[in-house]
């Protein structure tokens, strides 16, 4: 007795756990929490150098208050809020609250999509919670087949069943859409699930390639190196701009992939158009100058003579090179990143980095200094030499590195597929309805009464729309058999 | 333009309540509606023209100016189908002033008017179904906040009430931040891009202006407005008692703006934007201020539609939901480019 006793307050303690972590309320005090400390996360800077948001926090409470508070959020782990172990677990308290929430519910609702319909009595009829009806002249066999004709405008597959004094047509569709909200609410199960593979087994880094180079391993975020599994290079990297403006509509890499030291993929990327091999994937990000390489690129260059001879060229910097069919040689004096005339005609450097990239190249002919000049890589008018010969600018090579994003996440999936399942989710939950009609005909003095009784859990009004359709079309039958 | 004279027109509606007058305004609003589709689609085609992308992917919401057009377009839209689903012109007297507000805030601020060239990142055809789907749902929000706030209105009764308190605090502020900032804009007369003017220019003729006494003059006639705001509220819903709108109907349309707009924004603005950002930055989800502000959005509507499950949640409380709802929307849309990028950025002030 003593033991049933102490077993039957345990339950309730369980029982009162279960319904706290099944209920809405909690869903909302966690929706609340994750917002406002969400706000926080925005106004601190995440993971950032902490002067950045001492400097944020003096700018709001003054500078006096800003190290105290600095040190109070971050003790309460806000630099790092998503990844802090607090937040977390709300995720774990939320998640559970979905999976508590609807194995207490879902038994009632399967029941709900499971139950078939039954004939309904014509007093519980009137009680539903739609009801129309409407008297029409002869008998019910008489009258049927027009009741079934308009029945169709509302677009149920009904079931019908002889009774004493008429018939009674019954239907319900829809009545799986009552599952929309689980498989909306299981899908940001899928989503957590996915993001949680991303970390436990994926990486994510950088790398840094210049021209030509190779290399067999990213760097992660926190600086550690990331062997690759494969040998990766840039085989070339070019910006193009908008008209003469520069403003870069397009950063481009030319890629190759080596596995075991034989070609496997050849791509080129950009932003918005990544590669991906054996799980990683490699993103445009960002581009610069290897340090101290600006002078020492290949300048790939085509001599054109005015008879229409083309020597394509790799030149460095000092090098001399000669116009095919002719005795003019130029010579490679200068080099400039970014290259435009001032106002008084002054060949001026105005950025350093590849914005326009310039050289100066100094032609003789039998020793005879004939003109000297710089070619400007996005300005072929500059590329016409006086005499008729053309020297191309093709590109100067070797002294940009591309910066590449690269990623392993093999959860993205699992991700994407929670994506797609609260898409079709919220689709159903909010657009679909589960909608239960009786329709009862009865004859009264050689006149048939149909009764109309309905149910749905949402939307009413648009449901309303429907019967009041239907009891329309009877009616105008009505006036059609007068 | 037509947005503004058929607001007019709206409010004069309400005044007099004259059938004529509120035919005259729901026509002006489908003539302004129609001129600003062609002129959308007609900026369309020059973008595109421009651009060399393709029509598709020319779509020319990339900058605050466009954006807020469309916005406006949705919003014109939205009404629209509102007062003709519901037989009701009364909505008009509130949502074309936002929609007026939208376009004196463009006409007046510095925003960018050029067509300017793309940047890489947004080269994707995921920009047409990420804005658009995401403005849908920030208009469809806009009109739950206008009915929400006048059912607020409508059912309060005390002074000492909390929801009584939240709507006059609301309103009163809207109309204190509107009048300090007209009050700028026409004091400075300039025209600088929004980050800028939130720099230099924002609240320095009246909280932040030089002279205390200004400032002490200022803070003091806010907080009158407030405290009047919050004394004669019932003048307003005594005005808004006078209209044929039922509370029911209003929280009828609240909820239904939220049930279509929440679906729109969770695929358009959450998981489009998610996809997107895992092409081009190669993570789908960096908690990046954006992000994680329409992650608040969403978490604040996903509380409204779970409120209403509450007992004695329905009703007021959940009206105080929608308008903090859209408040957020707010935010997401324009305070984080323009507040939260000021307040990180580097060395400034």
């Known amino acids: 007795m003593n033991i049933d006793e102490e077993q039957k307050k345990k339950k309730t303690v369980v029982d009162t756990l279960w319904d706290i972590l099944a209920s809405v309320k909690l869903a909302i005090i966690i929706f609340a929490f994750i917002a406002l400390t969400s706000i926080i996360g925005t106004v601190l800077e995440q993971r950032a150098d902490p002067a950045k948001n001492i400097l944020v926090l ?57 139950e078939p319909l039954h004939p309904m009595p014509a007093d519980k009829l009137g009680k539903l919670l739609i009801n129309r009806q409407i008297v029409i002249k002869g008998k019910p066999d008489a009258v049927r087949s027009g009741v079934t004709e308009a029945l169709k405008t509302a677009r149920f597959r009904f079931t019908e069943v002889q009774e004493e004094r008429g018939y009674q047509f019954y239907a319900q569709k829809g009545n799986y859409s009552r599952l929309g909200v689980y498989l909306t609410h299981f899908s940001i199960l899928f989503i957590l699930i996915g993001a949680m593979l991303g970390m436990q087994f994926g990486f994510k880094g950088y790398l840094n390639l210049p021209e030509g180079a190779l290399s067999n391993s990213a760097v992660s975020n926190t600086d550690k190196e990331i062997p690759l599994g494969f040998d990766i290079r840039c085989d070339t990297f070019d910006v193009e701009f908008y008209g003469g403006s520069d403003m870069p509509k397009e950063y481009k890499s030319w890629l190759t992939v080596f596995k075991d030291g034989r070609e496997v993929m050849r791509k080129s990327i950009v932003v918005n158009d990544p590669l991906t091999y054996e799980g990683i994937t490699f993103y445009q990000s960002s581009y610069g100058m290897v340090p101290g390489a600006a002078q020492r690129g290949i300048a790939v260059l085509n001599a054109v003579s005015r008879t229409g001879k083309t020597a394509a060229l790799n030149l460095r910097l000092g090098d001399t090179f000669q116009i095919p069919d002719s005795a003019v040689t130029g010579k490679i004096l200068d080099f400039s990143p970014a290259l ?15 914005n326009n990239p310039a050289l100066l190249v100094e032609f003789t002919e039998g020793g005879t200094r004939l003109f000297s000049g710089w070619l400007l890589r996005r300005n072929p008018e500059t590329w016409q030499l006086p005499n008729g010969d053309r020297v191309e600018f093709v590109d100067y090579w070797g002294v940009e590195y591309t910066g590449l994003q690269v990623r392993k996440d093999p959860g993205v999936w699992v991700v994407y597929l929670g994506c797609i399942t609260m898409s079709i989710g919220l689709f159903i939950a909010f657009f679909m309805s589960h909608r239960r009609i009786w329709v009862k005909l009865s004859e009264e003095n050689n006149t048939t009464r149909v009764l109309i009784g309905a149910t749905t859990n949402k939307n009413k009004a648009a449901f309303e729309r429907t019967l009041d359709r239907v009891v329309s079309v009877l009616s105008k039958k009505q006036e059609g058999v007068k | ?54 029509f598709m992917r020319s779509a020319p919401f990339t900058n605050l100016y466009e954006s807020l057009l469309f916005f406006v377009w949705c919003l014109i839209l939205g009404y629209l189908i509102v007062e003709f689903k519901f037989r009701n012109r009364s909505f008009g007297a509130f949502i074309t002033p936002i929609a007026g507000l939208a376009l004196a805030f463009i006409d007046l601020s510095g925003v960018s008017k050029e067509i300017q060239p793309l940047v890489p990142a947004l080269k994707s055809n995921w920009l047409l179904a990420h804005v658009t789907m995401s403005f ?25 009430e909390l929801s009584y308190i939240f709507w006059t605090i609301t309103v009163g502020l809207f109309v204190v931040l509107l009048a300090s900032m007209g009050i700028d804009l026409f004091t400075f007369k300039v025209k600088v891009r929004p980050e800028i003017f939130i720099h230099n220019y924002l609240f320095r003729t009246s909280f932040l202006h030089p002279a205390a006494a200004v400032r002490l003059i200022s803070w003091g006639l806010a907080i009158a407005t407030l405290f009047a705001v919050w004394r004669y509220g019932s003048v307003l819903k005594k005005a808004i008692a006078r209209l044929d709108v039922t509370s029911d109907m209003l929280e009828e349309i609240t909820y239904k703006s939220i049930a279509v707009g929440f679906p729109i924004f969770t695929l358009g603005g959450l998981i489009f934007g998610a996809i997107w950002a895992d092409q081009a930055w190669g993570v789908y989800w960096s908690w990046d201020p954006k992000e994680t502000w329409s992650l608040i959005t969403w978490f604040v509507y996903a509380f409204y539609l779970h409120g209403r499950f509450i007992r004695g949640w329905r009703g007021k409380n959940v009206a105080i939901v929608s308008v903090i709802g859209f408040m957020a929307v707010i935010f997401t849309y324009l305070g984080v480019n323009l507040l939260l990028s000021g307040l990180h950025a580097y060395g400034s002030q």
Not at chain 1, 341 to 354: C, I, K, Q, R, S
């Open chain 1, 58 to 114: 003096s700018r709001l409470f003054g500078e006096s208050s800003a190290p105290t508070l600095y040190s109070f959020f971050d003790s309460l782990g806000f630099m790092d809020m998503y990844r802090s172990w607090w937040f977390k677990a709300v995720l774990v308290l939320f998640s559970v609250n979905i999976v508590i929430c609807s194995f207490d519910r879902l038994p009632r609702i399967w029941k709900l999509v499971k």
């Open chain 1, 340 to 354: 435009k005339l001032d106002e008084h005609g002054h060949a001026v450097t105005y950025a350093n980095m590849m």
């Open chain 2, 1 to 54: 333009m037509a947005y503004i004279v058929a607001m007019m027109i709206y409010i004069t509606y309400l005044a007099f309540k004259n059938k004529q007058i509120g035919l005259t305004a729901t026509t002006v609003t489908i003539v302004g509606f129609v001129a600003q589709t062609i002129a959308i689609i007609s900026r369309w085609k020059e973008f595109a023209d421009l651009s060399g992308l393709g």
């Open chain 2, 136 to 160: 849908i749902a920030y208009a469809a929000f806009a009109i739950s906040f206008g009915t929400g706030l006048m059912s607020l209105i409508m059912t309060t009764e005390k002074r000492n």
